[in-house]
């Protein structure tokens, strides 16, 4: 059994545990299921739908893209081969960005202040990127596989809404602007799927050549500006008379956590 290929500090003993445990699951489900063989081809993507695939061979041909759907896939098979161009996507969804806020309409008539825009709403979080693990007791890859399961980016909050300026006040009368309304949250990006991935037959350094993993954090959601102050009214009482107050800016998100990768190449038999 070869060593670790990653840039985790991992406990060789822990390392060789988990690798064993995981390895006996996946025989023992094999064990107790019917198993197939999965031909994917260039065609059209192939979206897998079920969180645990056991199968004799998976296939991807040339150009070949397999998506994940699921918060959790694992897939075991005997037999793993990879053509050129091949992809395994399982992607976050990007949060929504917010709504703006409405705008305060303009009073009619003398001595009415203007009316305050609302408040905008938050932008919506990005999802997790899907979690992905990987047994296979024989590799052959002709080619790079690329796996992507970068965090969803967060949504922009939305603008806050302006303020409408004031009627004409008299001597009687002030009329002041209406206030601006908040601008909403940012959404924070969603963290980065984590992978394991056990594949026998193939030499480490190869192995690792072969592999284009990306599985980064979703980048932040930026906060949106508050909504322009209202003007105060002309007239006698200007004077004394109130311009609004512009509202506040929305906070940025956090920008996601990047998953964390596990990665060996194994034998699984003798």
């Known amino acids: 059994?070869?060593?670790?290929?990653?840039?985790?500090?991992?406990?060789?003993?822990?390392?060789?545990?988990?690798?064993?445990?995981?390895?006996?699951?996946?025989?023992l489900c094999y064990s107790q299921n019917k198993v197939t063989k999965l031909k994917v081809n260039f065609q059209a993507p192939f979206v897998l739908d079920q969180d645990t695939l056991l199968l004799d061979e998976l296939e991807l041909e040339d150009n070949a893209e397999l998506i994940l759907k699921k918060e959790n896939h694992y897939i075991y098979t005997k037999i793993?081969?990879?053509?050129?161009?091949?992809?395994?996507?399982?992607?976050?969804?990007?949060?929504?960005?917010?709504?703006?806020?409405?705008?305060?309409?303009?009073?009619?008539?003398?001595?009415?202040?203007?009316?305050?825009?609302?408040?905008a709403?938050?932008?919506?979080?990005?999802?997790?990127?899907?979690?992905?693990?990987?047994?296979?007791?024989?590799?052959?890859?002709?080619?790079?596989?690329?796996?992507?399961?970068?965090?969803?980016?967060?949504?922009?909050?939305?603008?806050?809404?302006?303020?409408?300026s004031a009627g004409r006040n008299t001597l009687h009368c002030q009329t002041n602007g209406g206030n601006g309304g908040n601008g909403g949250n940012g959404g924070s990006g969603g963290n980065g799927g984590e992978v394991a991935l056990f594949i026998g037959s193939i030499e480490k350094m190869k192995l690792i050549s072969l592999i284009n993993l990306s599985n980064r954090g979703g980048y932040r959601g930026i906060g949106g500006s508050g909504g322009k102050r209202g003007y105060r009214g002309i007239g006698k009482s200007e004077s004394i008379s109130l311009n609004g107050k512009t509202g506040l800016a929305g906070k940025d998100g956090n920008y996601g956590n990047a998953g964390r990768l596990l990665f060996y190449s194994i034998n699984i038999k003798p």
């Open 80 to 119: 793993l081969r990879v053509g050129k161009n091949c992809k395994i996507s399982g992607l976050g969804q990007n949060g929504v960005n917010g709504k703006n806020g409405a705008a305060g309409k303009t009073p009619e008539g003398i001595c009415r202040n203007g009316a305050n825009g609302t408040d």
């Open 1 to 27: 059994m070869i060593a670790v290929v990653s840039s985790m500090k991992i406990i060789r003993t822990t390392t060789l545990t988990l690798v064993c445990v995981f390895v006996l699951f996946f025989n």
């Open 121 to 164: 709403t938050p932008g919506a979080n990005g999802e997790n990127g899907r979690n992905f693990s990987l047994v296979a007791e024989v590799g052959i890859m002709v080619d790079t596989l690329t796996i992507n399961l970068n965090g969803g980016n967060g949504g922009d909050g939305g603008e806050g809404g302006s303020g409408s």
